[in-house]
């Protein structure tokens, strides 16, 4: 079993940034690529960023590059993901997901899911 616990969610002024992290116990953590996601009320859970198991490879929806990185410490197994420059349509539960490979793409397979933080921007 893995168990991914996610922080550093808020409330944060549009053009604000938070640093939202999520820490994976339960397995080798660094075989494994991790990735971001988030849901907003009544929609359907969106990819956000992915990384493979070294950290050399990253990739993000259209909708936040330029804006969000994400990043890794195998050594704390941890995963970050740095918001920047935050919008209104940002505003959602932002989950933290453990792939099944150490390379996967946006579709996964995901394996695992953490329970998610809130991140509400405000115009």
């Given amino acids: 079993q893995v168990q991914l616990v996610e922080s550093g969610g808020g409330l944060v002024q549009a053009g604000g940034s938070l640093r939202l992290s999520c820490a994976a116990s339960g397995r080798t953590f660094s075989r494994y690529a991790m990735g971001w996601f988030r849901q907003a009320p009544g929609k359907e859970r969106d990819f956000v960023a ?3 198991w070294s950290g050399a ?6 909708s936040v590059k330029g804006r969000f990185t994400i990043s890794r410490d195998n ?34 397979p995901w394996a695992y899911w953490g329970q998610g933080t809130q991140v509400t921007v405000s115009s």
């Fill in 75 to 108: 050594a704390k197994n941890t995963v970050y993901l740095q918001v920047n420059s935050l919008k209104p349509e940002d505003t959602a539960v932002y989950s933290c997901a453990a792939g099944s490979r150490p390379v996967v793409g946006p579709q996964g």
């Fill in 57 to 62: 490879s990253k990739y993000y929806a259209d």
């Fill in 50 to 52: 992915g990384i493979d």
